[in-house]
């Protein structure tokens, strides 16, 4: 009920009078407790405590106690409670509901501590505080100790504790509360049916989750949330569809919780469409489902679908939380979006989340991959309690962004600060050995994954190794450590010794390498034309022809190299050659004016990568117009004399040629020019790249 202006006139009055006698005092607390109106009731025993009014028993006190507890009042329930001459077993159970619903789980065991007598309801409220606070444990603990007192469990008592068992993962405890809900013949309430298919279900039994559901007479929302969020979490999104098709075609109305399940299978499955139109059907959205569709976009690739979810959020008046930011902020870190980066950053700081420390980490993730170290290390600083999560995200920046020996130092202080690493802290760690040429450091953090830190290296683990080894010349270790590992390679692998093979010009490797990626994966591209490079810079032009017939017959297309910039806010695409762009005329003398100013400063285009057996000048127009070059030339239209860094996307690894170009450009126009491609950052300044030619 909503607080009513009668009752604060009432109140008002009341200080207008002065004193009150115990009828007045009663009949306007009852008044306020069935308003709910914890605001009318603390002037109400403001005004008891001004007059002196000693209650000749508890009950007026017990139910102001009961109304600040519901409310979750905790500092003026204690205040209250403490007040008390008298207090009785209600007094107490007031006091741990309070607990309970302020989440202070400290206090709620303190105040149990404290009681001199206890009942099944002092033990139901912390069993159930404890269970609705992450302490599973403990309301299991104190599960225990209530039948060792004697008091009988209920069905409130039994939702409580499945829930911790759910939490736990803890199957076997959740049977043997199974087996007492049977026998004791307790367990008929929807419930508790519920929490046993929740507790199933959450511990991937699904088959016995389903059995229940499928018994249950009453079913409720929950009943079926239970079920699709079963199905959901143990990789099952299919299965989630069709149980919510069933769900309305029983006539039950699906709520918030429902639909972000529903959403989360149909972004698994690969159904954008489906989960787009059930989102707009549904017409009040909490933060939750605006959420789940941002994280779904993100997903599926349709991170600039996202933002404007985001956006869209926010016009309607819908406060986002940390999840929400830190998956906006990550979609913004996919797209190497900094403007958006920032703006999004800008609004965590007006939500008051910009400290939380998922946001913390995504921002330091975010400005790492727009090539800002900087402003991410700001960002890293402030953090007052860092993770793994947190130390790995800086480490990674530095690694992506050609500051090797930075993310070397900073691991080592991770260490110092007794943080344990994970398997992505060496992956930031082997790859800046991989890029500052470090052989014996990078294999001595290798060995330590298992000897000092107890974990097995895995797949990313090998192939940083395999790299690292294969551009440093050490081909035949590289292939020795395929041999030893106690797994079969993956792709992963296979792909990582064949593009090292291209470095070394390495044939017979590169040849078996590319003979397990097409029995692996028959379809993908990559590997045909890896080996085509591996040919062509050999002049083996017979061989080069022979993979590109394979290629025709198997019928594999070669995925398209393009580049992207963002100005204005709007983003730029082009693709080698590209003449579809509005200012095709413009973009081409602006590139062919750079050329002949750097052909002026010594650079000549690098006609040898050209992978092709054609005619010079052929080789020449080829080289010249890659697509990063065009979107470096429209940059220099749009933003002339700026100052800013110049930001360049690729899809795929930036060739030899061009990348010999951005260092001369940056020198002659004395910019600097950011160019992330698939592997790393390149940062071009004077005439340097930060990757140091390695990449």
């Known amino acids: 009920m909503k607080p009513t202006p009668r009752l604060r006139e009432a109140i008002d009055a009341l200080y207008s009078r002065g004193t009150a006698n115990s009828e007045s005092y009663t009949r306007l607390l009852l008044q306020c407790v069935r308003s709910n109106d914890v605001v009318q009731a603390k002037r109400l025993q403001t005004h008891m405590d001004l007059h002196l009014y000693q209650p000749t028993d508890t009950y007026l006190q017990n139910r102001l106690l009961h109304l600040y507890a519901k409310s979750g009042n905790l500092s003026d329930a204690r205040d209250l409670f403490d007040k008390m001459s008298r207090r009785d077993i209600f007094s107490w159970n007031a006091m741990l509901s309070a607990c309970s619903k302020s989440g202070n789980v400290e206090d709620l065991r303190a105040v149990f501590d404290q009681m001199s007598v206890h009942d099944a309801v002092s033990y139901n409220t912390v069993i159930a505080g404890f269970s609705g606070n992450g302490c599973s444990s403990q309301a299991l603990e104190f599960f225990v100790r209530m039948q060792e007192e004697g008091f009988e469990s209920t069905d409130y008592t039994h939702v ?11 199957i076997k405890r959740g049977k043997q509360i199974h087996g ?6 307790l367990g008929e309430s929807v419930f508790v049916w519920n929490a046993l298919t929740n507790m199933y279900a959450k511990c991937g039994a699904l088959d016995q989750a389903r059995w229940l559901f499928d018994r249950m007479v009453n079913k409720n929302v929950v009943s079926w949330n239970s079920m699709i969020s079963g199905y959901l979490q143990n990789g099952q999104p299919e299965t989630c569809t069709k ?4 769900m309305q075609s029983s006539g039950l109305k699906p709520d918030q919780v429902t639909i972000s399940n529903i959403l989360s299978a149909y972004f698994q499955c690969g159904y954008i469409d489906e989960a787009c139109k059930t989102f707009r059907e549904i017409k009040e959205k909490d933060k939750v489902c605006w959420t789940t569709m941002m994280v779904g976009c993100a997903q599926n690739g349709k991170e600039e679908d996202a933002l404007l979810l985001f956006r869209e959020m926010l016009l309607e008046n819908v406060r986002p939380d940390n999840f929400t930011i830190s998956s906006v902020v990550s979609s913004c870190a996919r797209l190497a979006s900094l403007c958006q980066g920032q703006a999004v950053h800008g609004k965590a700081v007006i939500f008051g989340v910009d400290h939380d420390l998922l946001v913390s980490s995504a921002l330091v993730d975010m400005y790492s991959k727009c090539g800002e170290t900087a402003d991410a290390w700001i960002v890293f600083k402030r953090i007052l309690t860092r993770n793994v999560i947190s130390w790995n995200s800086m480490i990674l920046g530095y690694a992506q962004n050609g500051k090797d020996l930075e993310a070397l130092a900073l691991y080592e202080e991770m260490l110092h600060e007794n943080l344990k690493p994970d398997n992505i802290t060496f992956v930031g760690v082997l790859s ?7 052989v014996e450091r990078g294999q001595g953090y290798f060995y330590s994954i298992s000897k000092i830190h107890g974990m097995n290296p895995t797949f990313d683990h090998y192939s940083c190794m395999i790299n690292l080894l294969g551009r440093a010349g050490y081909m035949d270790k590289a292939v020795d450590l395929i041999k030893s590992m106690t797994f079969e390679p993956n792709c992963l692998i296979w792909s990582t010794l064949l593009s090292v093979c291209r470095i070394n010009c390495d ?7 590319a003979r397990h ?9 990559g590997p045909y034309i890896m080996l085509s490079n591996i040919y062509a810079a050999c002049g083996r032009w017979k061989d080069v022809a022979a993979v590109r017939s394979l290629m025709k017959n198997n019928k594999i297309k070669k995925f398209a190299a393009y580049s992207w910039i963002e100005i204005d806010n709007q983003v730029h695409k082009f693709v080698a050659e590209d003449r579809t762009h509005s200012e095709t005329e413009q973009i081409y003398d602006e590139l062919n004016r750079l050329i002949k100013k750097l052909q002026e400063s010594g650079f000549t285009p690098d006609t040898n990568l050209v992978l092709h057996d054609v005619v010079e000048e052929e080789k020449f127009d080829s080289i010249c117009y890659h697509s990063e070059k065009l979107a470096l ?19 795929i690894r930036v060739c030899g040629d061009c990348h010999v170009f951005m260092k001369f450009v940056s020198k002659i126009i004395r910019r600097p020019i950011i160019l992330r491609d698939i592997n790393r950052f390149h940062h071009f300044v004077e005439g340097r790249c930060s990757c140091k030619d390695s990449w």
Not at 180 to 185: E, L, N, P, Y
Request: glycine residues 4%; hydrophobic residues 45%.
């Open 517 to 525: 990626l097409f029995e692996l994966d028959p379809h993908n591209a």
């Open 633 to 651: 030339a429209f940059w220099l239209i749009k933003k002339p004399h700026g100052r800013t860094p110049i930001r360049i996307m690729k899809n």
């Open 180 to 185: 007492r809900i049977v026998a004791t013949s």
């Open 160 to 170: 409580s504790v499945l829930h911790a068992c759910s939490q736990l993962l803890d």
């Open 243 to 246: 149980l919510f098709c069933e």
């Open 432 to 438: 800046a050995c991989m890029h500052a040429g470090l």
């Open 507 to 513: 044939v017979n490797n590169g040849e078996m390498a």
